[in-house]
T-cell receptor, first 111, second 114 residues
């Protein structure tokens, strides 16, 4: 059983569509991060959320941390082929503790 | 910031070979990590070095041997690997800011064991 469950595992959509991916757990996290990994590269940090209910926006990407700090979502508006990649969530159970990664959502945006 | 480099980017080796993976960071970080990334599995943390001392070893087989000679360099020595060891091996370094840890990853070494 994974500490962080991501869904869906795979997602293929057309350019211009909206999408939401999820990161869920039964544990409470001190902080949660989202990374994007493009083919042939390592993961790159997109955002860190630390407060329950927090919403952060990064251009067309909107990140939300659940009120209970057990889950998070990533919403992409008007997806573009450049958004293609593996989206990983990672959480820290306590301040300063090691990150635990989810399995990731593989997103493909077709032109 | 993409200041973590890894060499080689690709490696094919037989089960009897000995090879080493290299990671280098010049971000001023004091912790470095080795991860294994296999298809359809989450990132698996293998080793953690903090201030050049190994602080975590997550039940990794002894055919993987890490080395951290200084805060900027990390090696993973490989010997008598198995085909199931084929994967992407990622190095990362990190810094802590107000209790939050952010990890910076290298591009990885794609390893194929024949």
């Amino acid at each position: 059983t994974q500490l962080l469950e991501q869904s869906p595992q795979f997602l293929s959509i057309q350019e211009g569509e909206n999408l939401t991916v999820y990161c869920n757990s039964s544990s409470v996290f001190s902080s949660l991060q989202w990374y994007r990994q493009e083919p042939g590269e390592g993961p790159v940090l997109l955002v860190t959320v630390v407060t329950g209910g927090e919403v952060k926006k990064l251009k067309r990407l909107t990140f939300q941390f659940g009120d209970a700090r057990k889950d998070s979502s990533l919403h992409i508006t008007a997806a573009q082929p450049g958004d293609t990649g593996l989206y990983l969530c990672a959480g820290a159970l306590a301040s300063g503790s090691r990150l635990t990664f989810g399995e990731g959502t593989q997103l493909t945006v077709n032109p | 910031e993409t200041g973590v480099t890894q060499t080689p980017r690709h490696l094919v080796m037989g089960m009897t070979n000995k090879k080493s993976l290299k990671c280098e960071q010049h971000l001023g970080h004091n912790a470095m990590y080795w991860y294994k990334q296999s298809a359809k599995k989450p990132l698996e943390l293998m080793f953690v070095y903090s201030l050049e001392e190994r602080v975590e070893n997550n039940s990794v087989p002894s055919r993987f041997s890490p080395e951290c000679p200084n805060s900027s360099h990390l090696f993973l020595h490989l010997h008598t690997l198995q085909p199931e060891d084929s994967a992407l091996y990622l190095c990362a370094s990190s810094r802590r800011d107000r209790g939050l840890e952010t990890q910076y990853f290298g591009p990885g070494t794609r390893l194929l064991v024949l």
